[in-house]
C-alpha cells in the first residue's frame, strides 16, 4: 500500500456516516464482488477466482482497491486502479451500478483518492470503462472530472480453420517486433493516428513509447505476435498488434492500424486474415478487440471478417498531470523524434543514465523472421 494513502483518507457522509478509505485485506474478495458483479460470460465467485488469478501473473497490488463504507464499516462501493499502470495510465475499475446510499458525491471522493494516488505513482491517465445503459455510473464518474471520449463496441470471431487462399502479394514484407524493430513500430503506430477515426480525443495527448508499454498489458504479451508491414523499399504501412488472451486459446487484436498513404489498398484486410489464419495454425480459438463506435469503416472491415458484437462501453478518461479537459490540453509534438517530444521528459531521463532511444528491456535481441523479412503470406 502507498505510503501516502494515510493521508488521502476521506470522510463525505452526507448525513449517512460513509466513508472513503483504502480496503481492508479480510475486505479484498466482497470489494472484487461489487466491482466485477455483471461481468459478461461468469458468475460472481468465478469471475472473483479469476480476477485474482491474473492478479497473480500481473503482479498487481489488491490493497490498492479504494472503498466507500457505511456506518457499519462494511464495504458498498469500491474502486480498483489496475496497476502497475505500465506507460503511464491506470484503468481503474469500478461496480457497474450505485448501491442505494452512494451517490455521485462518494463516488467523486473515492475517484478523487484513487487518482491522486496514480498521479502521485506519475501516471498521466486514468481511465474508466462503463456500461452505456448505466447511466447513473456515467454521471458519477463525469461529477468525478472524468471526460467520455468514445463508444467502445466488443468483437469476437471463433477460428476454427484458415482462410485459404494467399493473403499478400510480391511487393510487401511483414516484420515482427524485437529491439532492431522497436522505432520503427513506435514511428508506423504513431503515423497510423493521423486522421484516424479511432478514439480521436486521445490523439497526440500521450507518447507514443508510452502508448506501446501500454499496448503490452492487454493480454499476454508475445512479441512474435506484433506484425508490421512494409513494401519492398522498407516504407513502412501498418501494424498489426496481438497479445494472447489469458487462461484461454485466442487472441486480443490490440490495435490495427495504417499510416494515412497505405490506407485503402486492403491492407487491413490483409493483416487480419493473417491474424485468423495466425489463430487457426496453433489449433483455433477465438479473436476478441474493441473499436470505436464512431469508426464505420473499422466495423463494416471486422464484419467482412465474421466478428460479431459482445457488448459496449463507454470510455471516459481524465488527465491526472495537468487536470485540463482533453480539447485544452496541447497535443504532444509529432514527427520523427518520437520519445523526443517532449525535451523536459528527455532531459530527466537523460539526468538518470537512461537512453530515450533505447528498446525495452521485454524487446527480444532478434526475431528469427527478421534475418530476412518474411513475404506476406
Not at 25 to 41: P, Y
Not at 165 to 172: A, E, P, T
Not at 251 to 272: C, F, H, K, Q, T
Request: glycine share 8%; hydrophobic share 40%.
Amino acid at each position: 500500500m502507498s505510503g501516502v494513502s494515510n493521508s488521502l483518507v476521506r470522510r463525505n457522509d452526507g448525513g449517512r456516516g460513509l466513508v472513503v478509505r483504502h480496503v481492508q485485506r479480510s475486505e479484498i474478495d466482497w470489494a472484487l464482488h461489487l466491482i466485477l458483479s455483471g461481468t459478461v460470460g461468469s458468475s460472481p465467485d468465478q469471475a472473483v477466482a479469476d480476477f485474482r488469478a491474473l492478479a497473480t501473473i500481473k503482479n498487481m497490488d489488491l490493497t490498492s482497491i479504494w472503498v466507500v463504507a457505511d456506518q457499519k464499516n462494511s464495504v458498498v462501493w469500491a474502486a480498483l486502479p489496475m496497476s502497475p499502470g505500465a506507460g503511464r495510465s491506470t484503468m481503474i475499475m469500478v461496480p457497474s451500478r450505485l448501491r442505494p446510499g452512494v451517490g455521485s458525491t462518494h463516488v467523486a471522493e473515492l475517484l478523487a483518492a484513487v487518482c491522486e494516488e496514480q498521479r502521485q505513482g506519475d501516471i498521466q491517465l486514468a481511465q474508466v470503462l462503463v456500461d452505456p445503459a448505466h447511466k447513473a455510473v456515467i454521471r458519477a464518474v463525469e461529477d468525478a472530472g472524468f471526460e467520455a471520449v468514445s463508444d467502445l463496441h466488443y468483437l469476437a470471431r471463433e477460428v476454427t480453420g484458415p482462410i485459404p487462399g494467399r493473403i499478400g502479394s510480391d511487393d510487401l514484407r511483414l516484420w515482427r517486433y524485437d529491439r532492431a524493430m522497436h522505432y520503427r513500430f513506435c514511428r508506423t503506430l504513431e503515423r497510423s493516428y493521423i486522421d484516424s477515426l479511432d478514439c480521436p480525443t486521445l490523439t497526440g495527448r500521450r507518447l507514443i513509447t508510452d502508448v506501446i508499454a501500454g499496448h503490452k498489458t492487454s493480454g499476454e504479451f508475445d512479441p512474435e505476435l506484433w506484425h508490421l508491414v512494409s513494401d519492398i523499399e522498407n516504407h513502412d504501412l501498418g501494424v498489426l498488434l496481438l497479445n494472447r488472451l489469458h487462461r484461454q486459446a485466442g487472441y486480443e487484436l490490440v490495435y490495427i492500424g495504417m499510416v494515412p498513404e497505405a490506407r485503402g489498398r486492403g491492407l487491413g484486410n490483409m493483416l487480419l486474415r493473417l491474424a485468423i489464419n495466425s489463430l487457426a495454425r496453433e489449433g483455433g480459438g477465438q479473436i476478441v478487440t474493441a473499436c470505436d463506435a464512431a469508426n464505420n469503416p473499422a466495423r463494416k472491415l471486422y464484419q467482412k471478417h465474421g466478428f460479431g458484437y459482445l457488448y459496449a462501453r463507454k470510455a471516459l478518461c481524465k488527465d491526472l498531470q495537468t487536470g485540463l479537459p482533453f480539447a485544452d490540453r496541447p497535443q504532444l509534438p509529432t514527427g520523427p523524434s518520437l520519445v523526443l517530444t517532449r525535451e523536459n521528459d528527455v532531459r530527466e531521463l537523460q539526468h538518470h543514465g537512461v537512453d530515450p532511444f533505447a528498446p525495452p528491456p521485454d524487446a527480444p535481441e532478434v526475431s528469427p523472421s527478421n534475418q530476412q523479412a518474411e513475404q506476406a503470406p
